[in-house]
Each structure stands twice: as C-alpha cells, then as structure tokens.
C-alpha cells in the first residue's frame, strides 16, 4: 500500500516564506511525475506545480518567480519552497505523485491528505 504524506503548512504572514514537504512510502517500484494541487474554499483543486522524474518542472502562472518544486528520487520526497506568500495562496495543498508498484503494473495517481496553508496577517 502507497501511502504519501504531506507536512509543512501553517499561518504565515504575507510575504513570508513556506515550505512543504512529502513523502511517499510502501510499496514502490518507481515514481514518475510528482506535483502540488491546491483546493481554497468554493474552488476547484488546481495544478501549483510539476516536476518529472527527470527533473523538468511546470508551475501555475500564478506561482511563477515565487514557488520552486524539487524531489529527491533516491527518498522518494518533493518539496514545495514558497516564497512571496500571498491571501490568494491560502488553500488546502496536496502532494500528488504517479507510482508503479511493480515492475508489470499499470501507473496510478497517488494523493495525500493535505496540508493547510493560511497566509493572512
């Protein structure tokens, strides 16, 4: 059973700095892409960022300059470091990784539980 586990959110002032962690654990055989959703109340869970398992990363324009998403494959982890926090950033945010877990298995889309980011003065 895979299992990933968000940490990291908070209250932080406006212009202040975040950073979210997850972690993928169980069974594993490899991940492909890892990414960051967000759901604020009365809105649709959106895509913050992406990054492959190459290393090739995409963000939301609306995060671009102040986030930067990064994984380490070998601890099966992603980490979102948030800068510049904004109001508007406040929202529930979700890890999200696309795991194998086997050799001969069909890829599934992961999602944990999520973590609470309130940025407000």
């Known amino acids: 059973q895979v299992q990933l586990v968000e940490s990291g959110g908070g209250l932080v002032q406006p212009g202040g700095s975040l950073n979210l962690s997850c972690a993928a654990s169980g069974r594993i055989f490899s991940i492909n892409a890892m990414g960051w959703y967000r759901q604020a109340p009365g809105k649709q869970r959106e895509l913050v960022a992406r990054i492959t398992s190459g290393g090739s990363t995409n963000y939301a324009d609306s995060v671009k300059g102040r986030f930067t998403i990064s994984r380490d494959n070998a601890k099966n982890t992603a980490s979102l470091q948030m800068n510049s926090l904004k109001a508007e950033d406040t929202a529930v945010y979700y890890c999200?990784?696309?795991?194998?877990?086997?050799?001969?298995?069909?890829?599934?889309?992961?999602w944990g539980q999520g973590t609470q980011v309130t940025v407000s003065s």
């Open positions: 999200n990784a696309v795991i194998k877990v086997r050799s001969f298995t069909y890829e599934r889309v992961y």
